[in-house]
């Protein structure tokens, strides 16, 4: 059984910064991509971030470029999302999933099945 237990959300002001974790089991880790959406309170869930730790490759989304990093530990089956310089367009509740990185790419509602989806964790952050 796929299981993604995401930590790491809470309450930050503007600039400030928090590190999400994903610790991921029930799959061969470096078979998938794995990473981070999120969804504000009356808007669709969006890709923010992922990586494929077999070739290194990764993703972001524009509005997170140069400001959030995100990393994996294949020894601890753990991606960690690196979040810097945080604004309150950046509040949501993030949700670790796994998937081929190609959908984060292409993120749509309609693949949400696509992805293996763990529990969110809320990042609020004040201004």
């Known amino acids: 059984e796929v299981q993604l237990q995401a930590s790491g959300g809470g309450l930050v002001q503007t600039g400030g910064s928090l590190r999400l974790s994903c610790a991921a089991s029930?799959?061969?880790?470096?078979?998938?991509?794995t990473g981070w959406f999120r969804q504000a309170p009356g808007k669709e869930r969006e890709a923010v971030s992922g990586?494929?730790?077999?070739?290194?490759?990764?993703y972001y989304t524009d509005s997170v470029k140069g400001r959030f990093t995100v990393s994996s530990d294949a020894a601890k089956n753990t991606v960690y999302l690196q979040m810097n310089n945080l604004n309150p367009d950046d509040t949501a509740t993030y949700y670790c999933?796994?998937?081929?990185?190609?959908?984060?790419?292409?993120?749509?509602?309609?693949?949400?099945?696509?992805?293996?989806w763990g529990q969110g964790t809320q990042v609020t952050v004040s201004s």
């Open positions: 999933a796994t998937g081929f990185l190609a959908a984060w790419k292409n993120y749509s509602p309609k693949i949400y099945d696509n992805f293996y």
């Open positions: 990586i494929d730790s077999s070739i290194g490759a990764t």
């Open positions: 029930g799959f061969t880790f470096d078979d998938y991509a």
